[in-house]
């Protein structure tokens, strides 16, 4: 008879994430109830309007909150190791060699001072044991994996001899300098021309299916999510209301909000009307309406809305928050 394996472990697991920031005024709920899982090999994108706690949910992960922001209660594990109990000083130890970073702005990440060889290096050594030679080998290698021509006569350029999409695929190898099981990516392409943005996300892409890393990317655009993401995940003032693979929640969304962001894309079909819009805006932190966070926008309000926040229910093959989808959820249970 023959046996299937069982479904390999997740490599990021987030369970009941609370992220507060205190103020003089009061205590602010940043991130409320933030749960999600990886698997090895996944991309799951996190999309929504600036402002939801998309930069926040990697922030966390990364340990790199800005004080007094505070992870408050939950759990962040890599594997079997839960993150979140950890110090800054063994956090700094999983940062590069367990977990890469690649943040919007490339300039931010490298250093003006120091040749692109020897960044690459540093990194290398600092987290493999690797000798010199061996560093500089991998440093090359890793340069032409990301698209980097003639990377022996680069090694020794700074990052401003560079163009911002070449910068970005060097922020690229070093977050995957020493292979690690998860990289968080915050809005890598934002700041890059259209068709560059293509390369690298297709470059981010490819090196996840060959090396089998794990990605967590975030940004507002719908349409590098339906390019790159295998899963999605919907954010709405710090809370996930709908997680699901990408085509399902394109094609048939379920949570007003995302059904609101759906309808807000241009086809390129003739259209007879305008786009569809979502009126009002996100609420401030400290102006969250009692109920569900999204309901003085929501066109199918009830009573219910305004009374009690929706817990995150499964709804077919995701997970939806909203009164509606759990009452479908339990007409069809």
Same mark, same amino acid.
């Given at each position: 008879m023959a046996t299937t394996s069982p479904p390999a472990s997740p490599v990021l697991t987030v369970q009941g994430l609370r992220v507060e920031i205190p103020t003089r005024r009061g205590l602010l709920l940043a991130l409320d109830d933030i749960s999600f899982s990886i698997a090895p090999g996944e991309i799951l994108g996190f999309v929504g309007e600036s402002g939801a706690?998309?930069? !926040?949910?990697?922030?966390?992960?990364?340990?790199? !909150?800005?004080?007094?922001?505070?992870?408050?209660?939950g759990e962040i594990k890599l594997g079997d190791r839960r993150l979140d109990t950890l110090s800054q000083r063994e956090m700094r130890k999983i940062r590069g060699k367990e977990i890469g970073a690649v943040f919007q702005d490339p300039l931010m990440s490298l250093n003006p001072l120091l040749q692109i060889g020897e960044q690459l290096v540093e990194t290398i050594r600092t987290h493999l044991p690797?000798?010199?030679?061996?560093?500089?080998?991998?440093?090359?290698?890793?340069? =032409?994996?990301?698209?980097? #021509?003639?990377?022996?006569?680069?090694?020794?350029?700074? #990052?401003?001899?560079?163009s911002g999409g070449m910068r970005q695929r060097i922020v690229i190898a070093l977050a995957l300098c020493a292979e690690p099981k998860l990289v968080v990516a915050d809005e890598p392409t934002t700041a890059l021309d259209v068709s560059i943005q293509a390369q690298v996300l297709q470059l981010l892409r490819k090196l996840c299916r060959e090396k089998g890393t794990s990605m967590l990317l975030v940004t507002h655009d719908m349409g590098v999510i339906a390019e790159t993401a295998d899963r999605v995940a919907v954010m709405y003032a710090g809370r996930i209301v709908e997680i699901g693979l990408v085509e399902d929640v394109i094609n048939a969304p379920v949570h007003p909000y995302t059904r609101g962001l759906m309808g807000a894309i241009p086809s390129l079909k003739p259209v007879t009307g305008p786009l569809a819009q979502i009126?009002?805006?996100?609420?401030?932190?400290?102006? =969250? #309406?009692?109920?569900?966070?999204?309901?003085?926008?929501?066109?199918?309000?009830?009573?219910?809305?305004?009374?009690?926040?929706? #817990?995150?229910?499964?709804?077919?093959? =995701?997970?939806v928050a909203c009164w509606l989808a759990s009452e479908t959820v339990e007409a069809t249970a």
């Open positions: 706690g998309k930069s !926040l949910t990697g922030m966390a992960i990364l340990g790199l !909150l800005d004080p007094p922001g505070r992870v408050a209660a690797l000798s010199q030679d061996e560093a500089v080998k991998r440093a090359l290698d890793l340069m =032409r994996a990301v698209g980097i #021509p003639a990377p022996e006569a680069r090694f020794t350029a700074y #990052p401003h001899q560079f009126d009002g805006s996100m609420p401030r932190l400290n102006t =969250r #309406p009692v109920g569900c966070a999204f309901n003085p926008r929501c066109p199918n309000v009830m009573d219910k809305c305004r009374e009690k926040s929706p #817990p995150v229910e499964a709804y077919k093959q =995701r997970q």
